[in-house]
């Protein structure tokens, strides 16, 4: 069967365990080489990934890119303003058509059901680069960066500040397979998906959520945020207004537990969810978040490739 990765839940907990191991041996074993070096044993030669932006993108972009030419193969990336996509041919037809073309599949879009049509249509892998739903790619980097920093996840108090966006839904999908807790701290009218949080609980995760950020925040291992403006939201005014008590300072740091790590998934916008000092203090790993996108996402590709 086809191995698509949607949302963590479509590899499960054992999965995403086998391929976090996965990155953190690839990672080593490459220390201090040219990174666009291929991995001794280039395990996706000969294979291509085709992707799909329907939106902007740094990270995600280039972080397949080099995680495909890393592990032998290749890719091509695709605006859909330039594609006939754009101009509108079908999703399922789209997905035939590229599935014929190319061994994988990433889209990244906004409606998730889009996300959805393409895989249901493919006979190839389909990856999911960021949806206004989920951000699984994301979270997979920031779980190897968490380990990474000699954080185990089960038992992990999470904080989350601000919006209760996609990045946030896949933390939270996270907690239930992984078994760690998140504490969520955001403003009255920005909840997350609700379906996520109960799905958590059921796995056996604690989700809490707290309207006061210091609450939130209090004696947590890993504190999370990202921008208070998702790409596509509007309103931009009224919820840089409603979050702004939400904001990642040196004052809320300190109320989390010491040695506690701060993660962004970046685009950082200093002065809004995050202070200077805090993304360039020394609790922050966003940069090394930023880098494990590759090593991440070369352990997802392996994954829907079947050799993990
Ligand atoms: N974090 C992330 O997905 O960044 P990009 O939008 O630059 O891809
Ligand atoms: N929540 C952000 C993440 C960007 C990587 C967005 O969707 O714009």
Avoid at 280 to 295: F, K
Wanted: charged share 20%; with cysteine.
């Amino acid at each position: 069967m086809t191995r698509h990765f949607l949302n963590l839940i479509d590899a499960g907990g054992d999965a995403v365990a086998a391929m976090l191991n996965d990155a953190l041996t690839r990672k080593a074993a490459r220390a201090g080489w040219t990174k666009g070096r291929a991995d001794a044993d280039a395990p996706l030669a000969g294979h291509v990934l085709a992707m799909i932006f329907e939106k902007n993108s740094t990270r995600t972009r280039v972080s397949f890119d080099m995680a495909m030419r890393q592990l032998g193969g290749s890719a091509i990336v695709m605006e859909t303003g330039s594609m006939q996509l754009g101009r509108g041919e079908t999703i399922a037809d789209t997905a035939r058509v590229l599935s014929r073309m190319a061994d994988a599949i990433m889209l990244r879009t906004d409606d998730h059901a889009k996300l959805e049509e393409l895989a249901e249509h493919a006979s190839v892998p389909v990856l999911n680069g960021l949806t206004d739903q989920s951000h699984p790619c994301q979270i997979m980097a920031d779980l190897l960066t968490v380990i990474e920093h000699g954080k185990a996840l089960p038992g992990l108090e999470v904080a989350w500040l601000g919006d209760g966006n996609n990045v946030l839904n896949s933390i939270v999908e996270a907690a239930g397979l992984l078994k760690f807790n998140v504490r969520i701290g955001v403003p009255e009218g920005y909840d997350s998906d609700e379906g996520f949080i109960e799905r958590a609980r059921a796995g056996g995760a604690s989700i809490a959520v707290y309207r006061e950020p210091d609450q939130a925040v209090a004696g947590a291992d890993v504190v999370v945020t990202d921008t208070w403006v998702s790409m596509g939201q509007t309103g931009a005014e009224a919820r840089i207004a409603a979050m702004a008590p939400f904001q990642v300072n040196e004052k809320l740091m300190a109320a989390a537990a010491p040695g506690a790590l701060f993660l962004h998934c970046l685009p950082a916008h200093r002065g809004e969810e995050v202070t200077d000092g805090v993304i360039e203090g020394a609790q922050s790993v966003v940069w090394d978040e930023a880098e494990n996108r590759i090593h991440a996402q070369k352990s997802v590709l392996r994954w829907a490739f079947g050799q993990l």
